[in-house]
């Protein structure tokens, strides 16, 4: 079945360092390939989003590409900033309709 | 224009009971999904509903049911509370049929069975 793999966490940075959260999926077809972040106490937000191969979706400084060649997409940003403390999601879409399979999350701490 | 919205943000009730949690999708949107989320198991999919059809079903047992009106709000029921049904519930609300659009989460319904 679709599955989606994400790196543990939690993952502690120091104000402007560089980030990657790994993320690998399983799925049957061509999934669509999705980011979301959680802040405390809040619902979820789509961060970006990818739906084929090769695309890189971008946001508020974030990058992920859809690489279907290591079943991957990796999350990345150059400078985290404190405010980025937050939970984050990777998610797919396959096979039609609107179920989302997310990975286990991955808790970012950011410090001064 | 206004999100997703549910209601109650927090509820409190006992093992044997039963809940009803309500969503209300952005305007114009059709599709209704459910999320139940717990630090155990992570975010898990319910169920979805188009047009006040059930599309799309996880796997969890038939406490748990859900039906969509006409306006779209869709609500879902869990009967029979159990300890481990304690768990953010989330809604998530997209406007078109197709597998790659955007889902719109509302900032969920926190249950708490005791």
């Known amino acids: 079945g679709n599955s989606v793999t994400q790196m543990e966490g939690p993952v502690t940075l120091s104000e402007e360092a560089f980030l990657t959260i790994n993320c690998t999926y399983t799925?049957?077809?061509?999934?669509?390939l999705f980011w979301y972040v959680q802040y405390p106490g809040e619902g979820l937000q789509l961060l970006l989003k990818?739906?084929?191969?090769?695309d890189k979706g971008s946001n508020k400084g974030f990058e992920a590409t859809y690489r279907k060649e290591t079943t991957s997409f990796h999350l990345e940003k150059g400078s985290v900033q404190v405010s980025d403390s937050a939970v984050y999601f990777c998610?797919?879409?396959?096979?039609?309709?609107?179920?989302?399979?997310f990975g286990a999350g991955t808790r970012l701490a950011v410090h001064p | 224009k206004a999100g997703v919205t549910q209601t109650p943000r927090y509820l409190i009730k006992t093992r044997g009971q039963q809940v009803t949690l309500s969503c209300s999708p952005i305007?114009?949107?059709?599709?209704v999904s459910w999320y139940q989320q717990t630090p155990g198991q992570g975010l898990q999919f319910l169920f979805e509903?188009?047009?006040?059809?059930?599309?799309n079903k996880g796997n969890f047992p038939g406490r748990f049911s859900g039906r969509q009106f006409s306006n779209s709000r869709s609500e879902m029921n869990v009967s029979t509370l159990e300890l481990g049904d304690s768990a953010l519930y989330l809604c998530?609300?997209?406007?078109?049929?197709?597998?790659?659009?955007?889902?719109?989460f509302g900032p969920g319904t926190r249950l708490t069975v005791l």
């Open positions: 509903y188009f047009s006040e059809t059930q599309r």
């Open positions: 990818a739906t084929k191969a090769d």
């Open positions: 305007s114009g949107h059709r599709s």
């Open positions: 998530a609300s997209s406007l078109a049929d197709s597998s790659y659009n955007e889902q719109f």
């Open positions: 799925a049957t077809g061509y999934p669509s």
């Open positions: 998610a797919l879409v396959s096979g039609g309709y609107n179920k989302l399979i």
